[in-house]
């Protein structure tokens, strides 16, 4: 959120606008319905919706939700780390894209410290939260020099660390290669000195591709949106503060599930409505984006290490 946009005199969303916690249980419990089994909250920064651990609360008690986290800046975090395991939060991802107070503050034009982030991460393993998962996005020229120090800082914790490509959301910079590191080249920077090996996918549609310290010191793990899309296995959803169901991250237009809800439409209509977007979707964004605009790149990451 740029202050040069969302400055002062910014119009944000009225609060009569934005689903209420009653309202967002309602559609997880539609989901859930569907084959769900993970919700993550998220922003913006969702530490910063008040009460926000009833909402966690609420969806903890949802039968068959199998996980349940939230990712967040970690500014608050020390604070409601405890609030939210006791409500019933399983996991929290954590973004902190450099260790170095310059490259952070550049990277993320917040008005907080390092060290904020750092004491939310250990309150959150304190509590319970774990494993803590900690995103760093990489920009060439921003923050591509702290890849290794922020590799050897979280190796041999139970943290796991993963480097996501700097992408293109919102159409913002052009699809261009010179502000990407490919994951390639993190995890060939990283294996230099710190062996790799591939490990296998938790699960499939899993964005992240895992790989192991051969010394036993840990994983991490990359995410390739841009170099790699991973369209083809996709089963994430969006649902946005005001109640719109975006199918792809990089989507531009969604599916109003709060007129329904506020129309007073029965559970079997508003379940039908999300089947019939579901079976239609035809995303394939980063693929699309990528064939077009970003030669592939040169080494598969799978040979990294031997």
């Not at 990283?190 to 010191?217: K, M, Q, S, T």
């Not at 995410?223 to 719109?244: K, M, N, Y």
């Not at 693929?287 to 592939?296: D, F, K, L, Y």
């Amino acid at each position: 959120m740029p202050k040069e946009v969302f400055g002062r005199d910014y119009e944000f969303l009225p609060r009569a606008h934005v689903l209420t916690f009653e309202e967002i249980t309602r559609l997880a419990r539609i989901f859930i319905a569907h084959g769900v089994e993970k919700i993550r909250i998220t922003g913006g920064e969702p530490l910063l919706r008040r009460d926000v651990e009833r909402l966690i609360e609420m969806l903890a008690g949802l039968d068959g939700l199998r996980d349940l986290t939230l990712t967040t800046n970690g500014a608050l975090l020390a604070k409601k780390a405890r609030a939210l395991r006791d409500a019933g939060l399983k996991r929290v991802t954590v973004s902190l894209d450099a260790l170095d107070e310059a490259a952070f503050t550049a990277m993320n034009d917040v008005g907080f410290p390092v060290e904020r982030v750092l004491a939310g991460i250990e309150a959150a393993r304190s509590a319970g939260l774990s494993p803590v998962k900690i995103n760093m996005v990489v920009k060439r020229g921003g923050n591509d020099d702290s890849v290794l120090e922020m590799a050897r800082h979280f190796r041999g914790t139970d943290c796991i660390l993963r480097f996501i490509e700097y992408m293109d959301v919102g159409t913002t910079n052009g699809w261009r290669l010179d502000d990407v590191v490919p994951a390639a080249e993190i995890v060939e920077t990283i294996d230099a000195e710190l062996p790799l090996e591939p490990a296998d996918p938790n699960y499939r549609g899993e964005v992240a591709r895992r790989y192991r310290y051969r010394d036993g010191g840990g994983e991490i793990g990359v995410i390739a949106s841009v170099t790699q899309p991973f369209c083809g296995d996709c089963t994430r959803a969006r649902l946005s503060a005001e109640g719109v169901l975006y199918t792809c991250l990089f989507a531009t237009a969604g599916h109003d599930f709060r007129e329904l809800l506020r129309r007073g439409r029965p559970d079997e209509e508003i379940s039908g409505f999300l089947r019939d977007i579901w079976t239609a979707r035809t995303d394939r964004y980063s693929e699309i984006r990528t064939s077009e605009t970003i030669p592939r790149p040169k080494v598969e990451m799978s040979h990294i290490g031997g």
